[in-house]
């Protein structure tokens, strides 16, 4: 699959993610129970929120490709996802999958 340009995460300048990672990541991972509560979108926005690396969840709504007609809009969405049980859950169990593989 083709992906059309990068798009850049804050804190990790150097590394580059092709426009739509997140979103195909979120589709064909192996996930636990809470991930796969989740909405496609809503798993992007939790993958991508961890490479990030300083808790920019507008970074990682924009990477999980939720709309950015403008940046106002951005924030609300990064801010209604973030704060979702739902979604923290899933943070919870995806953060300590990659403790657990990192270890």
Request: proline content about 8%.
């Amino acid at each position: 699959m083709t992906f059309p340009k990068p798009c850049y995460m804050p804190a990790m300048q150097s590394v580059q993610y092709p426009a739509g990672f997140f979103a195909e990541v979120a589709e064909t991972g192996d996930f636990g129970p809470f991930m796969m509560a989740l909405l496609p979108r809503q798993r992007a926005f939790v993958i991508a929120y961890f490479p990030a690396g300083d808790g920019n969840a507008k970074a990682a709504a924009k990477a999980a490709g939720y709309s950015a007609k403008s940046d106002v809009s951005l924030r609300v969405h990064a801010y209604h996802t973030l704060h979702s049980p739902k979604v923290q859950a899933a943070m919870n169990e995806w953060g300590r999958a990659r403790l657990q593989a990192n270890a």
